[in-house]
């Protein structure tokens, strides 16, 4: 038995920009960013020029988040939270550049010259 298919009729998705972060990259939170500690450790991140952009950042994502000065590289970061915590810096690495590259995409951070 043969079967129809019906013509797509989804739009092609529109290509992102690549974002290109390193470790020697020096961000710091957006003007549109706007947060709030919350007693639990918890940070709420609100795009202000975006209301369908909000992220809830916990543990290690929160003490990056705080320390983004812009005056930093990431690297430093890293290496402070890695030692004080006692976490190996390659797994940090990893999981930071995915977590900081998504709020990148989402306009949250920019980058410092």
Known sequence: ????????????????????????????????????????????????????VFFSIDGLAAEVWNQMDGKQSLEAILSKIAKSQKIEMRLLEKECMKFVTQLKEQNLLDESK
């Open 1 to 52: 038995m043969a079967t129809k298919t019906k013509p797509s009729t989804t739009k092609p998705k529109a290509k992102q920009k690549l974002i290109a972060l390193s470790l020697e990259s020096k961000l710091k939170q957006s003007s549109a960013a706007l947060t709030r500690a919350n007693q639990d450790g918890t940070v709420s991140v609100l795009d202000l020029n975006n209301d369908d």
